[in-house]
């Protein structure tokens, strides 16, 4: 690291103590004026025209490109097919490198395409139905397996959400798409498949002391899904019910909305608790954003509108004045 790069860095910290009241205004003069930045920092103009160069010479493949060939469905699949499978070759190279990031990242790369490479061959071949969500479910087959194989967290991570993906299509394309809320109509089918979700979080946790000791912290990707999962579901469930078909709903009574939102609130301080008690500040993280989530909804879907527009839009605005204070508070403290 450069001098002039450490000198930056060390006066955004300084900055950031003197907002916080950590120190005064005379140490933090005292102490930027032992830390000065020179007046060109030429590392930093150089990642600024390596940028530069970078983009100026992809555009300039492309405007190559479209001189020498005309674009077809055919040649893009072609070139998707050939782009998976240099990602996954680099990555593979660089599996015993000190660039581990780069080759995570060069592996998520070939997710992408290869997911761009389904729906493009799906287009070609078509035959109308449709299902889209079919060609997620290839993919959702294919990627699962190949983050297992690659040890690669970050595949892991992009199967879940194409998960999320298929499994709400999926719903909506039975229904005929008359429910499609977020992708998750049927909210109570999403509920079940993330206490599945959960459950294979706790197994893998369990494995990785032995069988799957090489994929350490692999279950956090499944155990965050699951709870994001659940969260999403609930939360809908607490709107409106165990609802189907979006222009048939049933009328809900007043027991089984308040069923749902007492399960949806004690979940969340069941997440909190083991989130302190284990010490996964996601837990604790997602038990928070969505009290707060649910209280913000309760208000607005059962008071604001006999408060008035004016007066529930002030209540809205200092509560949330208030929660960010008391967070800073305990943040400072």
Not at 46 to 68: D, K, T
Not at 282 to 307: C, K, P, S
Request: charged fraction near 15%; include cysteine.
């Amino acid at each position: 690291m450069t001098p002039a790069r450490f000198n930056r860095r060390v006066q955004a910290q300084l900055r950031r103590l003197l907002r916080e009241g950590v120190i005064d205004a005379c140490s933090y003069q005292q102490l930027m004026d032992r830390y000065p930045i020179g007046r060109w920092d030429w590392s930093a103009l150089g990642r600024w025209f390596a940028v530069f160069g970078a983009v100026s010479l992809a555009a300039g493949l492309v405007l190559f490109s479209r001189e020498l060939f005309v674009f077809t469905l055919f040649k893009l699949a072609w070139s998707l097919g050939l782009l998976t499978a240099a990602l996954l070759l680099t990555g593979y190279r660089l599996r015993r490198s000190k660039f581990k990031w780069t080759k995570l990242s060069l592996e998520l790369c070939a997710g992408f395409s290869l997911i761009g490479l389904t729906f493009t061959l799906g287009y070609l071949y078509s035959s109308g139905s449709g299902n889209w969500p079919a060609l997620l479910l290839l993919d959702l087959l294919v990627l699962l397996p190949l983050a297992y194989l690659l040890h690669n967290v970050l595949l892991l991570i992009l199967t879940a959400i194409v998960f999320f993906a298929w499994f709400g299509g999926f719903s909506g394309y039975s229904s005929a798409w008359y429910g499609y809320w977020f992708g998750m109509n049927y909210p109570l089918r999403f509920l079940f498949a993330a206490l599945a979700m959960i459950l294979a979080a706790l197994a893998h946790r369990l494995g990785e002391r032995s069988l799957l000791s090489g994929y350490r912290d692999f279950y956090k990707v499944w155990l965050s899904s699951g709870v994001y999962f659940a969260e999403m579901a609930l939360w809908l469930l607490s709107l409106f019910g165990n609802f189907n078909i979006a222009e048939h709903w049933r009328s809900n009574s007043v027991g089984e909305l308040w069923l749902f939102n007492l399960l949806w609130a004690g979940g969340n301080i069941a997440l909190l608790a083991l989130g302190t008690r284990y010490l996964l500040r996601m837990l604790r993280g997602y038990a928070v954003t969505f009290l707060i989530i649910q209280g913000y909804t309760l208000f607005f879907w059962h008071i604001a509108e006999r408060l008035g527009m004016v007066l529930s839009t002030a209540v809205a605005g200092l509560t949330a004045l208030a929660l960010v204070m008391y967070l800073e508070k305990r943040h400072r403290t």
